[in-house]
């Protein structure tokens, strides 16, 4: 089973960028879905984009589209989040998530990186 490991979290002014990674472990990287999810003090965790195990298709959530960009390298079995004009709303515990299924309901998880953005 693939174990996860997020970095690249911290605290940055709104407007500001940040790139989160993802390290994956195990030979089987590239046949999951990868996500990225979010969870802000005392509300649900919340999908915010996901790329597919070939990496042509993505989807993201409509309060990220244009400011936020999910990839892929699966020679380094490796997952990123680049995240350009930060908003204080945007501060929250990201998560990677590698789904087999693609549906997230047999997500495994990583433990998370913090991200805050100040006003």
């Known amino acids: 089973q693939v174990q996860l490991v997020e970095s690249g979290g911290g605290l940055v002014q709104a407007g500001g960028s940040l790139r989160l990674s993802c390290a994956a472990s195990?030979?089987?990287?590239?046949?999951?879905?990868m996500g990225w999810f979010r969870q802000a003090p005392g509300k649900e965790r919340e999908f915010v984009a996901a790329?597919?195990?070939?990496?042509?298709?993505?989807d993201y959530a409509d309060f990220v589209k244009g400011r936020f960009t999910i990839s892929r390298d699966n020679g380094k079995n490796m997952l990123y989040l680049q995240m350009n004009s930060l908003k204080p709303e945007d501060t929250a515990v990201f998560y990677c998530?590698?789904?087999?299924?693609?549906?997230?309901?047999?997500?495994?998880w990583g433990r998370g990186t913090q991200v805050t953005v100040s006003s």
């Open positions: 998530a590698a789904s087999w299924s693609g549906n997230w309901h047999d997500a495994v």
């Open positions: 195990g030979p089987t990287f590239r046949r999951y879905s």
């Open positions: 790329i597919d195990w070939g990496a042509g298709k993505t």
